[in-house]
């Protein structure tokens, strides 16, 4: 049975991108594998700097997996910050990194570009995303296309550890690239991203949620003229929650006139309300009963923490980092 790997960070409320980029794929495919999920808070520390938060972080991402169906009986399902080894792992890689091999990567420069701080632990992100990969032994790791660059580090720092130890105690991972879908747009019209502030929350409801949606840029066109649905964000949105049948009823609206922006925005705020009904019903469920959660994490580290123990052990032995000597007196 394959090892599926892939995580999330805890960096804040998770949006509508990130359910059609990752979560959905990620609960899709727990039953093809021996699937391990965990909530990437180490990551966060790239961009966030409050204890609080980052604990909150952590519990509102694991409510919201486990609200839209994610099965802890069918996946280990964990925080990283629960398996100490991957950063033990991450160090040892380090010193298998080239800084050169750091500084291509177009992450980085996407997330300076955008706003974030540029602090060590974001430039050599990709190595601990490395460990983080390398220490379950994953053979799939499903990633969007932007983050495939990440996973040819992953296996190049697999390589050079096996190359130079003249043995595989690293798999070497394949990526699984999600199945594709446009980006997702946020209010503004760019990507949905935290980082611009753009956001429609996968459990934002009533007020905030109406509000959200009724804010979507859109064109000046009058609302008797026809339309083009394939320039317009909202109906971009429209087609993440819509059947076929759906999709083309509403983009015939659009092209036949009388038909404006915000009977378009009812629609979605419509779809997306029924969308996620059951899931936010369960999430409430849930966030009554924290210590189910708690527990569920807590068996997940644990399940994590032997895999990666096994593979550790090992690594530990050829490279002379034992947990303790035992010295001659030669």
Same mark, same amino acid.
């Given at each position: ?157 697999? &390589? ?7 043995? $595989?105690? =690293?798999?070497?991972? /394949? *990526?699984?690239?999600? @199945?594709?879908? %446009? ?74 006139? &009388? ?7 009812? $629609?979605? =705020?419509?779809?997306? /309300? *029924?969308?996620?009904? @059951?899931?936010? %019903? ?42 303790s000597y035992t010295y001659s007196s030669n």
């Amino acid at each position: 049975m394959k090892t599926i790997l892939s995580g999330i960070q805890s960096s804040g409320k998770l949006h509508l991108g990130n359910y059609f980029g990752a979560l959905r794929q990620h609960i899709q495919m727990q039953e093809q594998g021996d699937a391990f999920y965990f909530i990437a808070n180490y990551h966060s520390l790239t961009s966030i700097n409050e204890g609080e938060e980052i604990r909150n972080n952590t519990i509102d991402i694991a409510l919201d997996y486990l609200a839209l169906g994610l099965d802890p009986q069918k996946c280990t399902f964990f925080a990283q910050s629960d398996v100490p080894q991957v950063t033990e792992l991450a160090w040892i890689l380090g010193t298998f990194s080239p800084v050169s091999l750091m500084e291509k990567g177009v992450a980085y420069k996407d997330k300076v570009a955008q706003g974030a701080k540029p602090n060590i632990g974001l430039f050599t992100y990709p190595i601990l995303q490395a460990a983080d990969i390398l220490i379950y032994h994953s053979d799939l790791v499903p990633v969007g296309q932007d983050q495939k660059q990440n996973i040819e580090i992953c296996r190049d720092l697999a &390589g050079k550890f096996n190359h130079n130890y003249g043995d $595989e105690y =690293l798999k070497l991972p /394949e *990526e699984h690239i999600v @199945e594709s879908v %446009a980006v997702v747009p946020g209010v503004d019209g760019q990507k949905m991203s935290k980082s611009y502030g753009n956001t429609i929350d996968i459990f934002d409801e009533g007020k905030t949620l109406k509000k959200k949606v009724m804010s979507i840029e859109t064109d000046s066109t009058p609302l008797d003229e026809p339309k083009d649905p394939e320039s317009c964000n909202v109906f971009a949105l429209i087609k993440l929650f819509a059947d076929e049948s759906k999709k083309q009823e509403i983009a015939e609206k659009y092209r036949a006139g &009388g038909y404006g922006y915000g009977h378009a925005k009812n $629609e979605l =705020l419509g779809m997306i /309300e *029924e969308y996620f009904a @059951e899931a936010r %019903a369960n999430r409430k469920e849930l966030a009554n009963d924290l210590d189910t959660v708690r527990d569920i994490l807590k068996e997940g580290g644990q399940k994590a923490r032997e895999r990666a123990e096994e593979v550790m052990e090992p690594i530990r032995e050829v490279t002379g980092l034992m947990k303790s000597y035992t010295y001659s007196s030669n």
